[in-house]
């Protein structure tokens, strides 16, 4: 078995690759451009549970519900 150091270490290094933004089909309240999750593992437990965006073009920010 391998150390929980070691799984904690391997799986950070994942995260940080597959936690980019990335569009999400949402059209921006601003500029009507494409809004990007700005994390997309990362999910908020509020109820309803919801993502943070953003829009490159303008700099919108906000939340969706996953």
Do not use: F, W
């Amino acid at each position: 078995m391998k150390s929980l150091e070691k799984h904690n270490k391997e799986h950070r290094n994942s995260y940080s690759i597959i936690n980019k933004p990335c569009p999400n089909g949402i059209e921006c309240p601003k500029c009507k451009k494409e809004l990007l999750d700005t994390e997309p593992i990362n999910i908020l437990t509020s109820n309803p549970p919801q993502n943070h965006v953003h829009c490159p073009a303008c700099g919108y920010s906000g939340y969706r519900i996953a």
